[in-house]
């Protein structure tokens, strides 16, 4: 099944270093992924779309598939959406797309500043 998440979250997974056990002093990558489909904003990306380049933080991404491999024995492969997943439920931030009505904008802002937020 596929899942649902927005542009922001999907960046801050693929940047996640430590998660994807990326190490400067390693020649190649310890973990990637391979034959990754997503829809952004309802359309289906070309090969060559890149996440960190090309995507907005405020666009609506659907995970159709792919699968993330690695050279390390102690890592079993497995569908980038449950990469995902298991990611997703390790962070203690929640990344939301939010629509009010202009005139509650303000009172939405200040409410999600109040609570610890931030807005980008």
């Known amino acids: 099944m596929a ?31 391979e034959d990754l489909v997503l829809m952004v904003n309802g359309v289906e990306q070309a090969d060559d779309f890149s ?31 449950s990469f995902f997943k298991a990611w997703r439920k390790q962070q203690d931030t929640v990344y939301l797309a939010v629509a009010v009505p202009k005139d509650k904008q303000d009172a939405v802002r200040a409410a999600i500043l109040a609570a610890g937020g931030s807005i980008k």
Do not use: C, M
């Open 3 to 33: 899942t649902k998440t927005n542009g922001a979250e999907l960046k801050a997974f693929y940047n996640d270093d430590a998660y994807w056990l990326k190490t400067p002093a390693s020649k190649t990558d310890d973990i990637w992924h």
């Open 51 to 81: 996440i960190t380049e090309d995507l907005k933080d405020e666009d609506q991404v659907t995970i159709v598939d792919g699968v993330v491999l690695s050279n390390r024995d102690d890592f079993k492969g497995r569908s980038f959406e």
